[in-house]
Nanobody
Framework: QVQLVESGGGLVQPGGSLRLSCTASQSFYTFHTMGWYRQAPGNQRELVAFLTNEGNTRYADSVKGRFTITRGNARNTVHLQMNSLTPEDTAVYYC?????????WGPGTQVTVSS
């Protein structure tokens, strides 16, 4: 069973930055994606960004130019650098690992953007 551990959430003022990190309990060398989704109260969970094992990335339109997803030095870690945060970015952020036909999820980390 793969486990995902998230860190880096918190409270930040509008215009500020946060960096989320996610580490999987094991590394994978077959095709997979690793990334972040978010869910705000009353909304469905939505894609924020993901990174493939080949280094390709995909971002939600709402975060393009503000968020950057990268792989850490350890193959099983990804980071999400979030800049120019707005109150609309407030949500629980979930790390996701998609491999073959399975999805694994972290427990979620709260990001709150408020003055």
């Amino acid at each position: 069973q793969v486990q995902l551990v998230e860190s880096g959430g918190g409270l930040v003022q509008p215009g500020g930055s946060l960096r989320l990190s996610c580490t999987a309990s094991q590394s994978f060398y077959t095709f997979h994606t690793m990334g972040w989704y978010r869910q705000a109260p009353g909304n469905q969970r939505e894609l924020v960004a993901f990174l493939t094992n080949e280094g390709n990335t995909r971002y939600a339109d709402s975060v393009k130019g503000r968020f950057t997803i990268t792989r850490g030095n350890a193959r099983n870690t990804v980071h999400l650098q979030m800049n120019s945060l707005t109150p609309e970015d407030t949500a629980v952020y979930y790390c996701n690992l998609h491999i073959v036909t399975r999805d694994y999820w972290g427990p979620g980390t709260q990001v709150t953007v408020s003055s």
